[in-house]
Nanobody, 119 residues
Framework: QVQLVESGGGLVQPGGSLRLSCACSGSIFIYSMAWYRQAPGKQRELVAAITSGGNLNYADFVKGRFTISRDNAKNTVYLQMNSLKPDDTAVYYC??????????????WGQGTQVTVSS
């Protein structure tokens, strides 16, 4: 069973920083990991993604402010969020495309972590 466990959300003032972490367990190979977010009344949207080879993809609205990174030895992905704005307030979800023994390739989601940017 694949599990994605997120941590690091919270309340921060505008201009502040937070670092999210997502640890993946239960897979034999991780093809890619990503962060999505969903604000109240809005659709879930991609924030940033990183492949096993280190290729990066960022949404335009976070370029220059957020950095995604990955520790392959720990099967963990991070999202460093700087210069946070109130519009960044959302539930942030970890996502992974993984290979599971005896099953094949699946997409797994974390439970979400709340990020609130407010003064």
């Amino acid at each position: 069973q694949v599990q994605l466990v997120e941590s690091g959300g919270g309340l921060v003032q505008p201009g502040g920083s937070l670092r999210l972490s997502c640890a993946c367990s239960g897979s034999i190979f991780i093809y890619s990991m990503a962060w999505y977010r969903q604000a109240p009344g809005k659709q879930r949207e991609l924030v940033a993604a990183i492949t096993s080879g280190g290729n990066l993809n960022y949404a335009d609205f976070v370029k220059g402010r957020f950095t995604i990174s990955r520790d392959n030895a720990k099967n963990t992905v991070y999202l460093q969020m700087n210069s946070l704005k109130p519009d960044d307030t959302a539930v942030y979800y970890c996502n992974a495309h993984v290979e599971v023994a005896g099953v094949g390739t699946i997409v797994s989601w974390g439970q979400g972590t709340q990020v609130t940017v407010s003064s």
